[in-house]
């Protein structure tokens, strides 16, 4: 890979979930990615009311607080709240309206999963999303491509394979990027915490004193916490 930056690392990369909690899959991910792409300013973007799946169990202010805790002295990655600042469902499209809008003409990373990817054309005002940022597609070797119709058409003519030419224009262009992504998930770190079984070594250290201190996904605890 060339050693190149984008735009000598103006873009921003922007990266969604529940991260309900975050763990190392989230983290490591997103830690070679900015890496790979050499970006200054990484974000991560809990979701508030996430559309397409079940709600949260943990409050808004409960994932924040943990996900600062887990990015706390690593340079250049932060957290960005608006989602959970804004009321009704967290659409994608209009996270990347406002930060559009703050950025100007700086290339804006949308990174998402190859299975979230699949699903794209399902999102709100899903086509719209390729006119605000390029989207870059995580995936392991073994990723399940499962592409069709519309979005097939719109993937393959917006696919390039360098990320040097993410910084020739603001948007528009899709890049496979493959990371390392650990067998983790917060389904099982809750499983775990709800059957009384330690999740240490999934997640930082500092998330998992929060998540004791609040009695967080432990049996009999509110489920909003």
């Given amino acids: ?25 989230h983290l490591r991910a997103a830690l070679e990615a900015k890496e790979m792409l050499k970006l200054d300013d990484f974000r ?58 703050e950025s100007g003409e700086a290339p804006l990373l949308l990174l ?6 699949n699903a794209l054309d399902t999102w709100h005002e899903w086509k719209t999303i390729f006119s605000l940022a ?11 491509v499962s592409w069709s119709g519309e979005l097939l058409e719109l993937v393959e ?12 224009k603001p948007a528009g262009y899709v890049l496979p990027l493959e990371v390392t992504q650990l067998a983790i998930s917060s389904t ?7 059957a009384g079984q330690s999740p240490g070594f999934l997640l930082p250290d500092s998330v998992v004193d929060y998540i004791t201190q609040n009695r967080l996904y432990f049996a009999g605890a509110s489920r909003k916490g």
């Fill in 1 to 25: 890979m060339s050693s190149r930056g984008i735009r000598q690392n103006s873009a921003i990369g922007l990266f969604g979930g529940t991260f309900d909690p975050v763990h190392y899959g």
């Fill in 44 to 101: 991560l973007i809990p979701a508030g009311t996430p559309p397409h799946r079940a709600q949260p169990v943990a409050s808004a202010a409960h994932r924040l607080a943990m996900l600062r805790l887990a990015v706390a002295g690593h340079s250049g990655i932060s957290v960005d709240d608006r989602e959970t600042r804004r009321t009704g469902n967290s659409y994608m499209v209009d996270t990347l309206r406002e930060i559009r809008h």
């Fill in 112 to 117: 998402i999963g190859q299975d979230a990817a």
């Fill in 134 to 144: 390029h989207l870059i597609i995580m995936r392991r070797p073994e990723s399940l």
């Fill in 157 to 168: 003519r917006r696919l390039v394979e360098h990320p040097e030419c993410l910084g020739e």
């Fill in 188 to 194: 099982d770190i809750r499983s775990r915490l709800y």
